[in-house]
């Protein structure tokens, strides 16, 4: 080969060497115009997918881990209700197994640990209640015997027959129950009637200082003590009346309670409640107020509107719905507030609406 074809072949390879780069660098280029003109498409359907992925396995842990902690959950109260239905079971079987009034009472009293911080029976004799048993009660001296009339919250639970709570003080407990169990005007303390299908025979109290109180276990146990005294009565001195028209005037054509119809019954029941749950709220809410107007001697200027919502409400709903009926609000204010002292709801409170 002579000089000058080997320079024309020279020449050819550089020129198919320089046509080659060229063609490359259009095809970088082109690639690079793609990848800008189509990234953030790309991008943005990637990072849907991946928060896709994500929240899916998130949420599928979530379930599990919710789906293993209702069930965690369901297992310790199916645990807590075995053993209180055990505990129950317990108690009811011990009740019924007594030899006298003590031992039943006393078997009541403890059944209520765990229920409540202290518990005391409460036996009616002759109109009177009796201390049978208490349970964690700190006090050395037991209160003689006290007239049911002198502890009102008591009288109220035997004549409805209803759980009552009511605060810790002596217009509510009287004064010597109040020196035994203690008097707090910012506690409370529960009573549970225990009755026959004849009349109520006894009481349980209960109150807590630290934790609660467990009601309805509460309630449930008064009401096997009342299954098993009536299914095993003891002879004992007749209990006290089962209700009265509490604080009642006479009226013509009204002997007493059991003259009543079972509607009217009803509707005096109704009646009474309404008036202590209207006056407890006021003595609840209101406490600063109701101390200040028993020393001022005007509680109904003190109280005016809450005083007369009630009464206009009593009034409507009660009053007018029976001719038997007692003004329950008005003697539940003189019990309450006023403790049973009128002149302390002053000069300026109306007449009984009855």
Not at 188 to 196: D, G, N, V
Request: with cysteine; charged share 25%.
């Amino acid at each position: 080969m002579n000089e000058s074809t080997s320079a024309l072949l020279a020449d050819a390879h550089d020129i198919v060497r320089e046509q080659l780069a060229l063609a490359w660098r259009q095809h970088l280029e082109r690639v690079q115009e793609l990848l800008e003109a189509q990234w953030p498409e790309q991008m943005e359907r990637t990072l849907e997918e991946t928060i896709a992925g994500l929240a899916a396995r998130l949420e599928e842990q979530y379930q599990d881990a919710f789906a293993a902690r209702l069930e965690q959950e369901l297992e310790s109260a199916a645990a807590e209700r075995q053993e209180l239905l055990a505990k129950l079971n317990q108690s009811a079987r011990r009740l019924r197994h007594f030899e006298n009034e003590a031992q039943w009472a006393r078997t009541l009293a403890e059944a209520t640990r765990g229920f409540c911080d202290r518990s005391a029976v409460f036996l009616l004799n002759g109109g009177a209640l009796h201390l049978e048993a208490a349970r964690n009660v700190d006090s050395e001296s037991p209160p003689s015997d006290v007239e049911l009339a002198a502890a009102p919250a008591f009288a109220a639970a035997v004549e409805t027959r209803d759980t009552l709570v009511a605060t810790r003080t002596a217009s509510e407990l009287s004064e010597a129950l109040a020196a035994y169990l203690g008097e707090s005007e910012d506690g409370r303390f529960y009573l549970f009637p225990i009755a026959t299908r004849q009349a109520v025979l006894a009481l349980l109290y209960a109150d807590a200082v630290d934790g609660g109180v467990d009601a309805d276990a509460c309630e449930l146990l008064a009401a096997i003590a009342g299954a098993v005294r009536d299914s095993r009565p003891i002879p004992s001195e007749p209990a006290g009346e089962l209700v009265s028209i509490a604080g009642a005037q006479s009226k013509p054509g009204i002997l007493s309670w059991f003259s009543l119809s079972q509607q009217d019954r009803e509707l005096h029941l109704k009646a009474q409640r309404f008036a202590r749950v209207q006056v407890a709220g006021i003595r609840l809410y209101q406490s600063e107020i109701v101390k200040n107007g028993r020393a001022s001697g005007s509680l109904y200027t003190s109280l005016k509107s809450e005083i007369d919502a009630a009464r206009e409400a009593f009034r409507r709903d009660y009053l007018h719905a029976s001719e038997t009926m007692v003004d329950y609000l008005h003697l539940e204010l003189l019990r309450t507030l006023a403790n049973d002292n009128a002149e302390l709801l002053g000069p300026d409170y109306p007449s009984p609406m009855v």
